[in-house]
């Protein structure tokens, strides 16, 4: 079998969106936080999917970050512009203005609540891609969109020249398992959990979209290296140790407790807008724990 490419890197952080004290984007803090994000272990960034708050900022403000973030890399590493809505004319319409702020490539979540057929979801990613010549990650997480994109589906979509890599979030190895077996070796496979990240390399995947690498992105990165130079143990032994932090970083609603914990790390990115709400105190204490164990807070 031919072997699978991973053009975007190994890591690719679902980077947050840092807030002022009145909640407006704080762009001059995202620029230093993808400036310090590509020099500890990201090889790319997603900006303005779910970790970033997508549902909540303006099609204006996502237009600026993906122009700012783009700039502050500066080619160090790859920047993804999160496109997807759950209206397919909305999201042609993103996908052709996000194509002219400098970024790398898209992303484009599965449709949410409305909840499309398989034929409807072909459809509305093969618009996307026909209204731009960037290429395009499509992300599966039915969990949170309340519908699933099959591996079939998906088989049909990667058809499509500029469809190049999926973040598969549904949990299922075996799903997963099926997709790294029907998509062309051209067509990456992420992990969208951090969690699943190793099980997904042994399957199939290439890397993990991650949200742990705000604060381990050099551990994550090491962790793949080892698998794919073959060192198993090893990359096993940096999964089970980072597994409590994987699992504390969604105590409650992704992004609060990552938001939580880059502020009290003394990276300041705000709060979050609602409908989400701030951290309890047990919650904020158990992410405070966990990082004291990493060895990241004194």
Known sequence: MEKRVQ????????????????????????????????????????????????????????????????????????VLANVGTNNTEASVEMAKAAEKTGVDGLMAVVPYYNKPSQEGLYRHFRAIAEATQLPIMIYNIPGRTGVNLLPETMARLAELPNVVAIKEASGDLNQISEVCRLLPPRVQVYSGDDALTLPVLAVGGVGVVSVASH????????????????????????????????????????????????????????????????????????????????????
């Open 7 to 78: 053009a975007w890197g190994r890591v690719l952080t679902a980077m947050v969106t840092p807030f002022d004290e009145r909640l407006q984007v704080n762009y001059d803090q995202a620029a230093k936080l993808a400036e310090k994000l590509v020099r500890t272990g990201s090889d790319g960034l997603v900006v303005a999917g779910t970790t970033g708050e997508s549902p909540t900022l303006t099609k204006e403000e996502k237009l600026k970050l993906f122009a700012v973030v783009a700039e502050a890399v500066g080619g160090q590493g790859t």
């Open 215 to 298: 604060l381990v992105g050099g551990q994550i990165k090491e962790m793949i290296e080892f698998f794919f130079q073959g060192k198993v143990k090893e990359a096993a032994a940096i999964h089970q140790r980072l597994l409590p932090l994987f699992r504390v970083l969604f105590i409650t609603t992704n992004p609060v407790p990552v938001k939580t914990a880059l502020n009290q790390l003394g990276l300041p990115v705000g709060g979050v807008r609602p409908p989400l709400w701030e951290a309890e105190p047990k919650q904020v204490e158990a992410v405070r724990n966990e990082l004291r164990r990493c060895g990241l807070l004194a």
